[in-house]
Nanobody, 114 residues
Framework: QVQVAESGGGLVQPGGSLTLSCRSS????????WGWYRQAPGAQRDLVAR???????MYADSVKGRFTISRDNAKNTVNLQMNSLEPEDTAVYYC????????WGQGTQVTVSS
């Protein structure tokens, strides 16, 4: 069973930066488009960034220009570099395959607050 584990979250002040990392246990990591999602309290889980097999990236308007998604197929990891963080970015962040998603991990909490 393919699993994911997210890490790198924490408490950061507005304007700060964090880098999230997601590692997958699956052997076919490089064959999928991967995404980072986030879920704020009381809200639905939304896709904020995705990276294709060919490393084409797409971002939600709310994070465009501030977040950068990348992947390392040799390490089965997908990362999310987050800059200029805002209180509205506070959420639990998850990674998953965009198509044919697998079981969700526990996520990593990001809190942006002064």
């Amino acid at each position: 069973q393919v699993q994911v584990a997210e890490s790198g979250g924490g408490l950061v002040q507005p304007g700060g930066s964090l880098t999230l990392s997601c590692r997958s246990s699956g052997s076919m990591f490089s064959s999928y488009t991967w995404g980072w999602y986030r879920q704020a309290p009381g809200a639905q889980r939304d896709l904020v960034a995705r990276i294709s097999i060919g490393r084409t990236t797409m971002y939600a308007d709310s994070v465009k220009g501030r977040f950068t998604i990348s992947r390392d197929n040799a390490k089965n990891t997908v990362n999310l570099q987050m800059n200029s963080l805002e209180p509205e970015d506070t959420a639990v962040y998850y990674c998953n395959r965009v198509l044919r998603p697998i079981s969700w991990g526990q996520g990593t909490q990001v809190t942006v607050s002064s």
